[in-house]
T-cell receptor, first 114, second 111 residues
Framework: NAGVTQTPKFQVLKTGQSMTLQCAQDMNHNSMYWYRQDPGMGLRLIYYSASEGTTDKGEVPNGYNVSRLNKREFSLRLESAAPSQTSVYFC?????????????FGSGTRLTVV | KQEVTQIPAALSVPEGENLVLNCSFTDSAIYNLQWFRQDPGKGLTSLLLIQSSQREQTSGRLNASLDKSSGRSTLYIAASQPGDSATYLCAAQGGSEKLVFGKGTKLTVNP
């Protein structure tokens, strides 16, 4: 089925370890986004990419880096994981960065940092 | 800075009841207002998108309205069913062109 695919679905890291969350979409969307969802905080934007080759910071970028590898793929990297980064991470895509394009979300990566 | 608020945080209703979920936003200069559904442990599913020039959108038993001047949107669910149980999120897309989410309303429909 067409959509947004995230890997892995679950991950446990030790403090200080690094990892990359992968995201791929097959809808030929231009824009891609990374959100984190925490209890009581809602979804907050980490980074986004309006088009291939561009990335910009969102509301909570500290401790993260991203790479828009090509039009399909947008990865999120934690260089040195901290317990505060325990969260559920969602990748999303939309047809364009202009308004009125709906968003499609992946099923999420549940990350625990111990 | 745009802030989106959803009230109530949780709602429990008997099956068959009509219900309204509320969403308010502080900056009325939005392009659209979107409603999503999230099932436990799952991602978000888009339900309705109301453009700033529109007053409402309908999909099946769902009807979403938008009043930009007052900074409010409502999601009306008719004849609720246990399968409607989920968390409902609203999000405003504004001048930054990025979605700002509310914290959601957790709906439970009891058989």
């Amino acid at each position: 089925n067409a959509g947004v695919t995230q890997t892995p679905k679950f991950q446990v890291l030790k403090t200080g370890q690094s990892m990359t969350l992968q995201c791929a979409q097959d809808m030929n969307h231009n824009s891609m986004y990374w959100y984190r969802q925490d209890p009581g905080m809602g979804l907050r934007l980490i980074y986004y990419s309006a088009s291939e080759g561009t990335t910009d910071k969102g509301e909570v970028p500290n401790g993260y880096n991203v790479s828009r590898l090509n039009k399909r793929e947008f990865s999120l990297r934690l260089e040195s994981a901290a317990p505060s980064q325990t969260s559920v991470y969602f990748c999303a895509s939309s047809e364009g960065s202009r308004p009125n394009y709906g968003y499609t979300f992946g099923s999420g990566t549940r990350l625990t940092v111990v | 800075k745009q802030e989106v608020t959803q009230i109530p945080a949780a709602l429990s209703v008997p099956e068959g009841e009509n219900l309204v979920l509320n969403c308010s936003f502080t900056d009325s200069a939005i392009y659209n207002l979107q409603w999503f559904r999230q099932d436990p442990g799952k991602g978000l599913t888009s339900l309705l998108l109301i453009q700033s020039s529109q007053r409402e959108q309908t999909s099946g038993r769902l009807n979403a309205s938008l009043d930009k001047s007052s900074g409010r949107s409502t999601l009306y669910i008719a004849a609720s069913q246990p399968g409607d149980s989920a968390t409902y999120l609203c999000a405003a897309q504004g001048g930054s062109e990025k979605l700002v989410f509310g914290k959601g309303t957790k709906l439970t429909v009891n058989p």
